[in-house]
Every structure is written in structure tokens, then in C-alpha cells.
């Protein structure tokens, strides 16, 4: 089994930043792209910005400039930090990893189970 922990959420003022990890755990061979995705009250679920193994990088409009994911490959974790925060940029954030758990190719898709971030002054 493979499960994805997510940690750094909290309460920050707008114009503040925060730091997001997502560390990968289990039965791992390993894990081509890794992302953010964000869901805020009453809105559908968002993607944020992801990151393949090699480092290429993609954000959605609202972010860019303001956030940054990054990957360490041998600690199976991926960072997301945030700065200049808005009040709009308060939402739960989700991880997700695109995971080969055995030598056959397949990848399973996977989701963290959330971290909550609000700005707010």
C-alpha cells in the first residue's frame, strides 16, 4: 500500500507564506509526476501545479510568480511554497503522485488526504 502525507498547513495573513510537503510512503519503486491540488468551500477541485521526475514544472494562472513546486526524488517528497498569499489561496491542498508500485509499468494514481490553509488577517 502506498500512502501520501501531506504537512504545513495552517493560518497565515495575506501576504505571507507558507510551506507544503507531501512525503510518499510504502510499497514504492517509484513515482514519475507529483502534484498540488486545491479545493476552497462550495468550489470544485482545483490543480495547483505539478512536477515530473525530472523537474519540469507546470501552475495554473493564479499562482504563478507566487508559488513553487519542487521534489526531492530520494526522500519521495514534494514542496509546494506558497508566498504572497491571498485570501482566495485559502483552501484544503491536496498531494497527488503518479506511483509504480511493481516493475510492470502501470502507474496508480493517488491522493493525500489534505492539508488546510487559510489566509486571513
Known amino acids: 500500500q502506498v500512502q501520501l502525507v501531506e504537512s504545513g498547513g495552517g493560518l497565515v495573513q495575506p501576504g505571507g507564506s507558507l510551506r507544503l510537503s507531501c512525503a510518499a510512503a510504502g510499497s514504492i519503486v517509484s513515482i514519475n509526476a507529483m502534484g498540488w491540488y486545491r479545493q476552497a468551500p462550495g468550489n470544485e477541485r482545483e490543480l495547483v501545479a505539478t512536477i515530473t521526475s525530472g523537474g519540469s514544472t507546470n501552475y495554473a494562472d493564479s499562482v504563478k510568480g507566487r508559488f513553487a513546486i519542487s521534489r526531492d526524488n530520494a526522500k519521495n517528497t514534494v514542496y509546494l511554497q506558497m508566498n504572497s498569499l491571498k485570501p482566495e489561496d485559502t483552501a484544503v491542498y491536496f498531494c497527488?503522485?503518479?506511483?509504480?508500485?511493481?516493475?510492470?509499468?502501470?502507474?496508480?494514481?493517488?491522493w493525500g488526504q489534505g492539508t488546510q490553509v487559510t489566509v486571513s488577517s
Open positions: 497527488t503522485g503518479n506511483i509504480l508500485r511493481d516493475y510492470t509499468g502501470y502507474e496508480y494514481f493517488y
